[in-house]
C-alpha cells in the first residue's frame, strides 16, 4: 500500500505512511484480523473479499 507514492495510503497519518497497526485498526470494525505468522502479520483476502460484500457490495 505505501510503495505507491500516489496513493492516499503513502500519506495517511500526517504525511507519514499508514503502519500495520493503522491498517488493523482500521479494519477490525469489518471483521478483518491479521493472522500472526513468525515475522509478520498477513490477511486472508476471503476475509476483505466478505467485508467487501457485505459494507459496498451494493455499489460495486
Avoid: Q
Avoid at 510503495?3 to 477490525?28: C, Q, T, V
Amino acid at each position: 500500500l505505501i510503495n505507491d507514492e500516489e496513493s492516499d495510503w503513502s500519506h495517511f497519518h500526517y504525511g507519514r505512511p499508514i503502519s500495520s497497526k493503522g491498517l488493523a485498526k482500521i479494519l477490525r470494525p469489518y471483521g478483518v484480523t491479521p493472522l500472526k505468522r513468525r515475522n509478520h502479520n498477513v490477511y486472508r483476502i476471503e476475509e476483505i473479499k466478505d467485508a467487501i460484500e457485505r459494507y459496498i457490495g451494493h455499489i460495486l
